[in-house]
């Protein structure tokens, strides 16, 4: 059986038993605020169970490395729809101790998509277009700097409204302590 057979199994009965009640929420954050961290498999619950939130509370959007490259990308753009259509009045960065991101070498990852088929020819095509993707596959070395301008893009951006505190933070993702590196309520009165 595929995992998605077995996803669409479990599916029936989770519809048909009514398991989703216990889930039913406006779209709206309870707790007014928005979380960008990172997909890392570690942070699935416990960066909820950490922060006392449940099902509603909260906004979330996931990246690598909960880092925003892109001023106008995708991420930003989520950010921007929470805090203006979706009525959240805060937004947390937060990283993790032992992130992926952080061992993360573009030649490492060219390589792998090359052994996977991705052709040079391709390659040489996005690389001729301007894309620089050594830059756009990049990680980081230092988490708590990498959140720090995650935090910078966000509060600095054009679009953002003045008065949402951006705040940052790193989880450790295997006890849920958060460090807080930047204070998002402080930062606004510098």
Not at 5 to 30: C, G, R
Not at 75 to 81: C, G, Q, V
Not at 119 to 131: F, R, V
């Amino acid at each position: 059986m595929s995992l998605l057979s077995e996803i669409l199994d479990y599916n029936k009965i989770f519809i048909e038993e009514k398991l989703y009640e216990q889930y039913a929420t406006t779209k709206f954050p309870d707790k007014k605020l928005v979380i960008l961290t990172c997909m890392d498999t570690r942070l699935v619950e416990l960066l909820h169970k950490a922060m006392n939130m449940k099902n509603g509370d909260v906004k979330v959007v996931k990246t690598a490395g909960a880092v925003v490259k892109n001023p106008f990308g995708s991420i930003m753009r989520s950010l921007l729809i929470a805090v203006y259509e979706l009525k959240a009045d805060e937004v947390y960065v937060i990283g993790h101790h032992d992130c992926g991101m952080s061992a993360v070498e573009s030649e490492v990852i060219l390589k792998k998509m090359t052994d996977r088929g991705i052709t040079a020819e391709t390659l040489d095509i996005i690389k001729n277009s301007g894309i620089k993707l050594e830059q756009f596959l990049e990680g980081f070395d230092s988490v708590e700097e990498s959140v720090e301008h995650s935090v910078n893009m966000i509060r600095n951006h054009p679009l953002m409204a003045a008065e949402i505190p951006v705040h940052g933070l790193v989880i450790d993702p295997v006890t849920g302590e958060l460090d807080l590196v930047v204070d998002g309520y402080s930062s606004k009165e510098d």
